[in-house]
T-cell receptor
Framework: DVKVTQSSRYLVKRTGEKVFLECVQD?????MFWYRQDPGLGLRLIYF???????EKGDIPEGYSVSREKKERFSLILESASTNQTSMYLC????????????FGPGTRLTVT | SQKIEQNSEALNIQEGKTATLTCNYT??????LQWYRQDPGRGPVFLLL?????KEKRKERLKVTFDTTLKQSLFHITASQPADSATYLC??????????FGPGTRLSVLP
């Protein structure tokens, strides 16, 4: 059974802290994605990666960075957390080539105070 | 500017009726369009994919249509059940690079 896991379901951080969100998939997928989801704004793509050490900016990369050192793991980094980064963060993965369906993790609800 | 709209933020229907959800887009030329279901506090789950050269796709009680002239996809759930209550998202491919999601429609099927 396909699985995407995220390191935390809930996280509370203070303004200015460095925050790491981890995502692991066990399906040997080439593509991995990070989204944030906010009421009324839907899912917005932050970054995605087609391969190890490869990354592409999505629609809202400002304030975020990513790391993909291993195929199964894709990390989202908030260099200096701000209150406007309070959101639900969702990781997803998919096969490469034709745009196959994405498999999502359960999400991390991040609150920055 | 590019935009994806889903017919309404919320839709209430009676059990047993057909639910019809709409996804409209502007300034995109998607080769694929997908529909996902999302339950509260969970990640979206893939339901159906339809290609631009396919007019219609079916899966059990689900049916999706894709009209590239109208720039619209319709998502139907026939014989709806309370268990179908969820938020439904459409997603279309962004020039083959990634998918862009619509804001979603929250469907409530009333017993």
């Amino acid at each position: 059974d396909v699985k995407v896991t995220q390191s935390s379901r809930y996280l509370v951080k203070r303004t200015g802290e460095k925050v790491f969100l981890e995502c692991v998939q066990d399906m040997d997928h080439e593509n991995m994605f990070w989204y944030r989801q906010d009421p009324g704004l839907g899912l917005r793509l932050i970054y995605f990666s087609y391969d190890v050490k490869m990354k592409e900016k999505g629609d809202i990369p400002e304030g975020y960075s990513v790391s993909r050192e291993k195929k199964e793991r894709f990390s989202l980094i908030l260099e200096s957390a701000s209150t406007n980064q309070t959101s639900m963060y969702l990781c997803a993965s998919s096969l490469a080539g034709e745009l196959y369906e994405q498999y999502f993790g359960p999400g991390t609800r991040l609150t920055v105070t | 500017s590019q935009k994806i709209e889903q017919n309404s933020e919320a839709l209430n229907i009676q059990e047993g009726k057909t639910a019809t959800l709409t996804c409209n887009y502007t300034n995109y030329s998607p080769a694929y369009l997908q529909w996902y279901r999302q339950d509260p506090g969970r990640g979206p789950v893939f339901l159906l994919l339809i290609r631009e050269n396919e007019k219609e796709k079916r899966k059990e009680r689900l049916k999706v249509t894709f009209d590239t002239t109208l720039k619209q996809s319709l998502f139907h759930i026939t014989a709806s059940q309370p268990a179908d209550s969820a938020t439904y998202l459409c997603a279309l491919d962004n020039y083959g690079q990634n998918f862009v999601f619509g804001p979603g429609t929250r469907l409530s099927v009333l017993p």
